[in-house]
């Protein structure tokens, strides 16, 4: 068609009785809410889904007739009243009702930065797991009433819409949200004015916007260069999540570090902790280090009070995962930062150096800038030790301090609303509040089996209806033909969802292994071959436009799923996002997941399928390296175990996918069609019950929380106060101590003044005395230590001896003594070590120094 085309949009006039829809399409508490997100489906399907079940867009767009005649509709006026007065009885909770020991204090505020948050589908700020983690972070510390604040970006386009074609070809589009549309609001500044602030980049000033998102009791700033002000390449800053060059995503993280400190101050907001989530937030380090040398505090000290507040976790177990800029970009900033705060590049530099490399480190610089890291299970807590143990170069991993906690996810966002009403009946009245208490789950086992598969074939019915819809959509935008379309969905049928249905769904990175299941296609023929044993695979998931090796997976997939063997039991759902993703794992009976061992930081979907009743099969990685658990009547899943260390890739693969066929083959067909008279397997559901109790109350968010609060929030506050106090009295110590000591330590050695006896009956006492040269450091600098190991006895617990000053030698080296009387009989090791030590150090080994005898 010709001619202009002029737009306008027309909005209703919401009837009076109906004005605090309004509040309730503002606020995400909707994202976890599923009454208030019926309360806007219910008034029109069709409208729901077309706004992507967003309840502002939604709001803008319906029907005037439709508002009017529900306004005077006492049903749907009696399910908004109920929706409000449970949104206005969790918003009147009481600050931090739920924190165990209260461990904060009143003018305590968590800061928590990341580049990407995913509360809900119509909020596209997020590409995967790391958001996802984030919104639920943010979730849980409003269901817990956390003085808690998130910081991020407002990106223009979220992640990628994804279509496949025919052959699997991964289409990539990006669409620009409009603003008004999202849950999201301008902040005003005290005049009224939209709030802005600005980074300086090395030759210009970067104004942002700053917005704010409600999830419910908590607060997400985020950050917007769409502005006038800014020239149309700093307009881009923040166009598209993950987009752009390397100088797009450098001046991302300069604006969400920087910018995102900025906002807080002019908010007036004072936090004590600063949570850096994934080392895109670290640059925060450096407006905190500069707005305490502005209050005078020298550039050692300044690091010191800023990192004693510091948490830092990390997210992914590949080291070249972890953001990295080339030495040239860095310095440019960095010269243009250090003009005005007296201090030298090269310092700025070394923050983020890396051994064997000149680029700047991104994590590297998380790491040395603040004083509680972690990785995200224990797996991963040990690789990430491993991977960074070049911080503490002196220190074993196993020691250094890098710690872990593991992922949770947020039970009201993902788990289906068909369970609540068995849930309230056989665990109580409360059983949310009670979501980590092991003993609140055994009430699963008294669920009446019917009842519980009962609920289970609803949820996959409901799946089936999506994955009918997606799939006809899918195949028809690509010209397939209506008969074939029937081929393809001939086990998808909502009407008889009693099949077995396997899901995988995440992120197409390659070493997710995708296509593992694929590895010897004629075995994988054979495993689902039967007629009468149905069996049903689901894929779904974006690879990054850039990621050429993951979309080939997809093509791969797509292609094996065309072979007539295949076609209809392996499916290949386009466009994964968080609404596919709560309709797939509660729908699925099995989620798989077969990453390379240990490259799955933690994963997070499994927990979600866990808790809706699916069983896990997943390689023994990530959090299944925790929640697998065979030690009840039934085993809780599957685990495939790692492959010997020692094999090449394709052996690995190889051995790996054996084990898979072998429990698909030998252990989950077998057991999902054990089926009895009443139409299902009753050694399945005993799993499917285990799986919920003993899953759900460790892998849930308020879990994670918790232990952040206990271990790394409520602890970081206390050191940033202790580091503050007096003028930055201890931050200055600390500070001047550690250069000391850095200086002192090449020279620093020991050695041994006797060869003590090798036997020795029991009871008996043993002399060890050691000469330590200080070079000029003081005794109680030091620690002297001495560590008794048994060798064979495995899991024995090291034990440690302190040797103590006791006087000098003649060449004036100090002598440090130890009578050990040995409790134990048997062959015993030990060996001596020193470190330095002061009392202030939030870890003891946080200078990373130590030498040996
Ligand atoms: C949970 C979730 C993820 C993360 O899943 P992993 O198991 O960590 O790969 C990614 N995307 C969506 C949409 C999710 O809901």
Redesign the pocket.
């Known amino acids: 068609m010709t001619g202009t085309v002029y737009k306008l949009e027309v909005n209703p006039r919401i009837p009076q009785q109906l004005e605090r829809m309004h509040e309730l399409a503002n606020n995400l508490w909707y994202s976890w809410d599923r009454p208030t997100r019926g309360l806007f489906a219910s008034l029109s399907p069709s409208l729901w889904n077309l706004t992507n079940h967003n309840p502002k867009a939604f709001l803008k767009r319906a029907d005037q007739k439709c508002l009017e005649a529900n306004a005077e509709n006492p049903i749907f006026l009696g399910a908004l009243d109920r929706v409000l007065a449970s949104y206005d009885s969790y918003h009147e909770r009481p600050y931090m009702g739920h924190v165990p020991g209260k461990p904060f204090q009143e003018d305590d505020l968590i800061a928590y930065f990341c580049a990407e948050f ?1 509360l809900h589908e119509s909020l596209p700020i997020y590409s ?2 790391l958001g ?1 983690l984030a919104g639920d972070h943010c979730k849980a510390a409003s269901d817990m009433g956390l003085p808690f604040v998130g910081v991020g970006l407002f990106y223009r386009e979220g992640y990628f819409h994804q279509k496949l074609d025919a052959e699997g070809r991964q289409q990539a589009s990006y669409h620009d949200s409009d603003f008004d549309d999202l849950p999201v609001s301008p902040v005003l500044d005290a005049s009224g004015q939209e709030l802005l602030v600005h980074i300086n980049l090395p030759d210009r000033r970067v104004f942002a916007k700053v917005w704010e998102v409600r999830v419910g009791h908590v607060r997400i700033i985020l950050l917007d260069t769409w502005l006038e002000q800014n020239s149309a390449q700093d307009r881009e800053i923040t166009h598209r999540l993950y987009g752009g060059d390397k100088t797009t995503r450098i001046e991302q993280e300069i604006l969400l570090g920087v910018g995102g400190a900025r906002a807080l101050a002019a908010l007036g907001l004072k936090p004590t902790v600063w949570h850096i989530n994934e080392g895109h937030a670290a640059f925060l380090i450096v407006e905190r280090v500069r707005s305490l040398i502005s209050e005078g505090l020298p550039y050692e000290a300044a690091l010191e009070a800023a990192a004693a507040n510091v948490v830092f976790t990390t997210h992914t177990a590949v080291p070249a995962g972890h953001d990295h800029f080339s030495e040239e970009m860095m310095r440019r900033y960095a010269e243009h930062w250090c003009k005005n705060v007296g201090v030298s590049p090269e310092q700025v530099l070394a923050l983020g150096a890396e051994p064997g490399s000149t680029e700047f480190n991104m994590t590297a610089l998380a790491v040395r800038t603040s004083r509680q890291h972690n990785g995200v299970s224990r797996i991963h807590g040990n690789v990430s030790a491993s991977i960074l143990a070049h911080l503490w170069p002196q220190i074993d991993p196993a020691e250094n301090p890098m710690n872990y906690v593991t992922n949770g ?1 947020h039970l009201p966002t993902f788990l289906a609303p068909e369970w609540l009403e068995t849930f309230e009946r056989y665990l109580g009245i409360g059983w949310q509040e009670r979501q980590v208490d092991p003993g609140n789950w055994d009430g699963i086992r008294q669920i009446p089996d019917t009842t519980f598969w009962g609920i289970r074939q609803q949820l996959k019915s409901m799946l089936l209806q999506l994955v009918r819809s997606r799939i006809r959509e899918q195949h028809l935008r690509n010209q397939g033909s209506p008969t074939h379309l029937d081929r393809l969905l001939k086990l998808v049928d909502p009407c008889n969802p009693n099949l077995l249905i396997i899901g995988f ?3 197409f990175a390659t070493y ?1 292994r995708a296509a593992l299941l694929f590895h010897d296609p004629q075995w994988l023929r054979e495993i689902i071959g039967d007629p009468d044993r149905p069996v049903l695979f689901l894929f779904a998931g974006k690879a990054h436009p850039a990621d050429q090796p993951g979309q080939e997976i997809i093509r791969r997939i797509a292609q094996l799923a065309s072979q007539p063997e295949f076609e209809g039991r392996i499916l290949l759902i386009e466009g ?3 609404h ?3 309709t797939l ?1 509660a729908g699925v009976d099995v989620w798989l ?1 077969n990453p390379i061992y240990p490259l799955e930081a ?5 927990m ?1 399928a866990a808790m809706n009743g699916a069983l896990n099969l997943s390689m023994l990685d990530g959090w299944w390296g925790e929640g697998y658990d065979d030690s009840g009547e039934v085993p809780n899943g599957w685990a495939i175990k790692p492959a010997p260390g020692h094999l090449d890739e394709a052996q690995r693969d190889a051995e790996e996918a054996r084990t898979l066929y072998e429990i698909l083959q030998d252990q989950v067909i077998p057991t999902y069609y054990r089926t009895g008279p009443m139409g299902y397997s009753p050694e399945w559901v005993a799993m499917a019950k285990r799986s919920i109790a003993t899953i759900t109350p460790r892998f849930n968010m308020i879990r994670m929380v918790n232990e952040y609060v206990q271990r790394l929030y409520a602890p970081a506050a206390e050191h940033g106060r202790r580091f503050a106090a007096d003028g930055f009295a201890v931050a200055r110590s600390v500070a001047e101590w550690k250069a000391k000591v850095r200086a002192a330590w090449p020279r620093v050695s020991l050695h041994s003044l006797a060869t003590p006896e090798q036997r020795l009956p029991f009871g008996t006492s043993l002399r060890i005395e050691v000469a330590v040269q200080l070079d000029g450091l003081a005794p109680e600098d030091v620690v002297v230590e001495l560590l008794v190991d048994r060798p064979e006895h495995h899991s024995a617990d090291i034990l440690y001896y302190p040797l103590t000053a006791s006087g000098v030698t003649a060449s004036a080296e100090r002598i440090y003594a130890l009578d050990l009387t040995p409790e134990l009989c048997g062959k015993l090791e030990y060996r001596i070590r020193m470190y330095p030590c002061h009392p202030a150090l939030i870890h003891r080994f946080e200078l990373g120094l130590m030498v040996w005898l």
């Open positions: 995913g995967g797991g996802i996810v769904a995440r992120r997710k994964y996002d968080l596919l993703s709560r794992v997941n933690s994963g997070t979907s499994g979600k």
